[in-house]
């Protein structure tokens, strides 16, 4: 397998430093990503945390590890602020569109889903959902509370920071002091049912107006939103395992919390290595639904935003994100949206022309071994996909080299070459060639063509049996002919 010869160093966010990665069980890796919340179309920033960890999924996958990957989809349980206040994102956007909360959820869900195959992202392995999780959600109450590490206060449960601190370290991920965070946080305002400002709902009572609940045995209520990824996770993925990632602004407090509860539950440390992707930013400031400053995905592909100039395809958008590294911060720009695009083009012409160079005797001028080792350290240093970009546009100009006469490459070589790209830049970057597709949607147009003519030469020889047959079994596979004074043009459905 190919893992055993690639040392993968990966940044954990709980250690400060690049680990080297040791699964929990050899050849398998458990990875869970925290979810969207379903209340929304995904904007872009969005994508870009998912993308990521699509990028680190497909390498993985490459290395030969055998993967389980669980993103899971927020569907109750997020409140409107981090401070167990507000309404239900969901309840709420159901309320103001006069619709069911499952309503509002299957529609974002289907969104999302439409948005990431478009962008050619891998499946997960597991996709579950917070209110398919109800019932580990309140086991998991349960045991906190035996373990005196919650109260519950009128039909709402919380947990007890300052308790869980005197034998755990609450701020262990995010770096966090207790101390900085008891003056830090907002002092309760005599309406809050918690002991202390730091605490977090496991379970809140629902007030008579809220729709999404469940009975539990402290009230008909809703888990609180920390709770269901430490469900899920340990569900799926068992007490502890490899990989728990998820975009910057959730380390703290949602990370935290979730570390908080599971050691409570199990006192064992639930994560080895935690992810944490950085943002994507628009005129200096955080990608984000809430202030207006974003773009969706579907603007990108049809240039309809006034922050861009033109549409761009979706492998253009997802070069241009995989042009820096996950954990830097990435501004989105149109001019930066052009440079992607002309630098993936002519990555996918050095790529499709690759087919034709010619083998000779012997390799000059490049080492196909060193430069695919060098594909790999790249990707093995915590998953540096812009240095393997520019891995990749050594091999281009090596390519052209060839293409002009100007270099030569064995056979055996070219083999290893060709082989490298596409799997570098389609199975790892997940790109794909929009060059083929528009290839082959050309190539489509001129069969049409070739039978539309055929057709016009039967029946003008009068020969209705072929002509008919032409154009019905076409629209049996969904290409409709229509005949109009300027000829027969045709349609697909
Ligand atoms: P949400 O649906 O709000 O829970 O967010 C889904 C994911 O998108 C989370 O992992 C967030 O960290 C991530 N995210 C939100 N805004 C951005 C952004 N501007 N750039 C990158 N990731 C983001
Ligand atoms: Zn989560």
Not at 243 to 262: N, R, T
Request: proline content about 4%.
């Amino acid at each position: 397998m190919l893992y055993q010869d690639q040392k993968l160093h990966i940044y954990n966010s709980l250690t400060g430093e690049k680990d080297l990665f040791a699964p929990v069980n050899e050849g398998h890796v458990g990875m869970y990503v925290c979810g969207p919340t379903v209340y929304s179309n995904v904007h872009l920033g969005n994508v870009r945390t998912f993308m990521s960890f699509d990028m680190i999924y497909r390498y993985f996958k490459h290395l030969g590890f055998k993967v389980r990957y669980v993103r899971n989809i927020t569907d109750a349980g997020h409140l409107e602020n981090d401070a167990d206040e507000g309404e239900d994102r969901i309840s709420k956007k159901a309320r103001l569109e006069q619709i069911e909360p499952m309503e509002v959820v299957q529609k974002y869900t289907v969104d999302f889903h439409n948005i990431l195959t478009t962008f050619n992202f891998l499946p997960p392995s597991i996709e579950p959902t917070a209110t398919g999780h109800i019932i580990e959600q309140i086991e998991i109450i349960k045991e906190i509370l035996d373990k005196g590490l919650a109260y519950e206060v009128n039909g709402s449960v919380y947990f007890d920071v300052l308790q869980y601190n005197k034998t755990h370290h609450y701020g262990i991920l995010s770096g966090r002091n207790i101390e900085d965070l008891i003056h830090n946080t907002r002092a309760l305002d005599g309406q809050s049912d918690k002991k202390n400002p730091q605490d977090f709902a496991l379970w809140k009572r629902a007030e008579p107006q809220h729709i999404m609940r469940w009975p539990s045995p402290w009230s008909d209520g809703f888990p609180g939103w920390h709770l269901e990824c430490t469900a899920m996770s340990t569900k799926y993925l068992g007490e502890n395992f490899d990989i728990h990632g998820g975009g910057m602004d959730l380390k703290f407090p949602h990370h935290e919390c979730e570390i908080a509860q599971a050691k409570a539950c199990n006192d064992v440390n639930p994560v080895n290595i935690w992810m944490h992707a950085n943002m994507l930013i628009m005129n200096g400031k955080k990608m984000a639904k809430s202030t207006g400053n974003y773009i969706l995905p579907n603007e990108i592909f049809t240039g309809d935003n006034p922050h861009i100039s033109k549409a761009y395809p979706p492998s253009v958008a997802r070069f241009f994100m995989l042009q820096a590294h996950y954990r830097s911060i990435l501004d989105f720009t149109d001019a930066g949206l052009q440079a992607s695009e002309k630098g993936y083009y002519k990555l996918m012409e050095a790529i499709s022309g690759i087919d034709t160079v010619p083998s000779a005797e012997q390799t000059s001028g490049f080492d196909v071994a060193s430069w695919k080792q060098a594909c790999y350290d790249a990707m093995n240093d915590d998953f540096n996909t812009p240095t393997l970009i520019a891995e990749l546009f050594a091999a281009v100009k090596f390519i052209n080299q060839l293409k002009d006469n100007k270099a030569s490459i064995s056979s055996a070589d070219l083999e290893v070459l060709k082989i490298s790209m596409f799997a570098f830049a389609f199975d790892v970057l997940g790109l794909e060639n929009e060059e083929a597709s528009n290839d082959t949607g050309h190539r489509l147009a001129d069969t049409v063509e070739i039978l539309i003519n055929l057709r016009a030469e039967a029946r003008a020889n009068k020969d209705f049996e072929l002509s008919d047959r032409i154009r019905d079994e076409l629209s049996a596979i969904g290409i409709q002919l229509k005949d109009g004074k300027e000829g027969t043009s045709f349609s697909t459905n």
